[in-house]
């Protein structure tokens, strides 16, 4: 079995229990073409040039945005991975043991974003996301210029995967509530759907109010697989008299905090100097899907318990199993960050820390260390 998966947005193969870092051909060329209009335009508002003309705009002068990596498959010698950058999407396919100019481009488009790949064959499924918010699921096919999308609404559609022989596909679904003039308020949680090509239509497979499922995958077992999280709770409807006054104090405090957290979060620095002392008291926090994560103290509760592999992932952001019809919902794992089936139908899952195998009688054997491993894939 070979397994790679992403990492700190850097492409990983595992060979014999030890990762190895594999170059991306496109990302490597964006970051050069990058980096040398940076070299070439720095002048103008940087250094004693800048300064004796008095347009010296200081270090941040210029901020230009990193390639990233957006999703990941695999089959028999082949990879695919998705990039974004500087408003351009693409897919490129890519041999395990080949060198980055080896790379086949399968498209690059502006404005628009590649991610969740799921490769079979000749046939490629991936979500395709658009700057309105909304993504939907598309397909390329052999021999046929350009891709088919198959989903559409005010929603965003993500994670697919194929089922069966057929063409068919499943994917997780949420819809947008939007206010009149068009800006979202808020989404459903996500359902398992799947998309029959033969009668072209949806069927929700697993759908529940409380929780969001993502990842779905059709195991050997007949099964269905998917990642559980709990889903954001709508609040109260309506607003008091008292509501309606305090709404500005509330909405700039609001926004207050949730800067000083997110700064605090990522650069260990509060925005407030009053929370200087919070902050240092509590560094070990992590934005993960947009969850700021308590990834520190959750690890070392791990530990506590006994864990032989301790992750910094909620336990209630589980791996569960039920039919292809939702029934029979089993738990078979807590503390998930994403997973993959093996070829022989067994769960590798990433814990936050480390890449695991669930084991069929319930324990885990450890197949590497790896930080925040998104996108498995083994084959």
């Given at each position: 079995?070979?397994?790679?998966?992403?990492?700190?947005?850097?492409?990983?193969?595992?060979?014999?229990?030890?990762?190895?870092t594999?170059?991306?051909?496109?990302?490597?060329?964006?970051?050069?073409?990058?980096?040398?209009?940076?070299?070439?335009?720095?002048?103008?508002?940087?250094?004693?040039?800048a300064?004796?003309?008095?347009?010296?705009?200081?270090?941040?002068?210029?901020?230009?945005?990193?390639?990233?990596?957006?999703?990941?498959?695999?089959?028999?010698?082949?990879?695919?991975?998705?990039?974004?950058?500087?408003?351009?999407?693409?897919?490129?396919?890519?041999?395990?043991?080949?060198?980055?100019?080896?790379?086949?481009?399968?498209?690059?488009?502006?404005?628009?974003?590649?991610?969740?790949?799921?490769?079979?064959?000749?046939?490629?499924?991936?979500?395709?996301?658009?700057?309105?918010?909304?993504?939907?699921?598309?397909?390329?096919?052999?021999?046929?210029?350009?891709?088919?999308?198959?989903?559409?609404?005010?929603?965003?559609?993500?994670?697919?995967?194929?089922?069966?022989?057929?063409?068919?596909?499943?994917?997780?679904?949420?819809?947008?509530?939007?206010?009149?003039?068009?800006?979202?308020?808020?989404?459903?949680?996500?359902?398992?759907?799947?998309?029959?090509?033969?009668?072209?239509?949806?069927?929700?497979?697993?759908?529940?109010?409380?929780?969001?499922?993502?990842?779905?995958?059709?195991?050997?077992?007949?099964?269905?697989?998917?990642?559980?999280?709990?889903?954001?709770?709508?609040?109260?409807?309506?607003?008091?008299?008292?509501?309606?006054?305090?709404a500005p104090?509330?909405?700039?405090?609001?926004?207050?905090?949730?800067l000083?957290?997110?700064?605090?979060?990522?650069?260990?620095?509060?925005?407030?100097?009053?929370?200087?002392?919070?902050?240092?008291?509590?560094?070990?926090?992590?934005?993960?899907?947009?969850?700021?994560?308590?990834?520190?103290?959750?690890?070392?509760?791990?530990?506590?318990?006994?864990?032989?592999y301790?992750?910094?992932?909620?336990?209630?952001?589980?791996?569960?199993?039920?039919?292809?019809?939702?029934?029979?919902?089993?738990?078979?794992a807590?503390?998930?960050?994403?997973?993959?089936?093996?070829?022989?139908?067994?769960?590798?899952?990433?814990?936050?820390?480390?890449?695991?195998?669930?084991?069929p009688?319930?324990?885990?054997?450890?197949?590497?260390?790896?930080?925040?491993?998104?996108?498995?894939c083994?084959?």
């Amino acid at each position: 079995m070979q397994l790679a998966y992403l990492s700190e947005n850097e492409l990983y193969l595992l060979e014999e229990g030890m990762p190895r870092t594999l170059s991306c051909g496109r990302v490597e060329q964006f970051e050069r073409t990058r980096d040398s209009i940076r070299r070439r335009t720095e002048w103008k508002t940087s250094g004693a040039g800048a300064r004796f003309m008095g347009t010296d705009a200081g270090a941040d002068a210029y901020q230009y945005d990193a390639c990233r990596l957006t999703g990941l498959s695999a089959e028999g010698d082949r990879l695919v991975y998705g990039f974004s950058g500087a408003g351009v999407g693409g897919i490129y396919f890519k041999a395990p043991q080949g060198s980055p100019e080896d790379e086949i481009m399968q498209i690059t488009e502006l404005d628009t974003g590649f991610r969740d790949l799921s490769l079979r064959g000749e046939e490629l499924l991936c979500a395709i996301t658009y700057p309105s918010g909304e993504s939907h699921i598309a397909g390329f096919s052999p021999g046929k210029k350009g891709y088919t999308v198959f989903t559409d609404g005010d929603c965003t559609d993500r994670d697919p995967s194929f089922v069966g022989e057929q063409g068919d596909f499943l994917f997780v679904s949420s819809g947008f509530s939007r206010a009149e003039d068009g800006p979202i308020l808020g989404q459903s949680p996500y359902a398992v759907m799947r998309y029959s090509a033969a009668r072209q239509e949806l069927v929700t497979l697993l759908e529940d109010e409380r929780h969001s499922f993502f990842r779905p995958l059709a195991g050997k077992d007949g099964k269905l697989y998917c990642l559980r999280r709990p889903a954001e709770q709508p609040k109260a409807p309506g607003m008091t008299a008292r509501d309606v006054l305090l709404a500005p104090v509330r909405l700039i405090r609001a926004v207050g905090n949730f800067l000083d957290t997110f700064s605090a979060a990522f650069s260990g620095e509060p925005l407030r100097s009053g929370n200087a002392k919070a902050a240092k008291k509590d560094p070990g926090k992590m934005m993960i899907d947009g969850n700021l994560i308590n990834a520190e103290q959750i690890r070392k509760q791990n530990e506590k318990k006994g864990e032989k592999y301790p992750g910094f992932i909620p336990s209630d952001w589980e791996l569960v199993r039920c039919d292809m019809d939702g029934e029979n919902l089993q738990v078979l794992a807590g503390g998930v960050l994403d997973y993959t089936l093996s070829p022989q139908g067994e769960p590798i899952l990433s814990n936050g820390s480390y890449i695991l195998r669930l084991l069929p009688e319930g324990g885990k054997e450890k197949l590497c260390k790896a930080h925040t491993a998104r996108n498995l894939c083994c084959w």
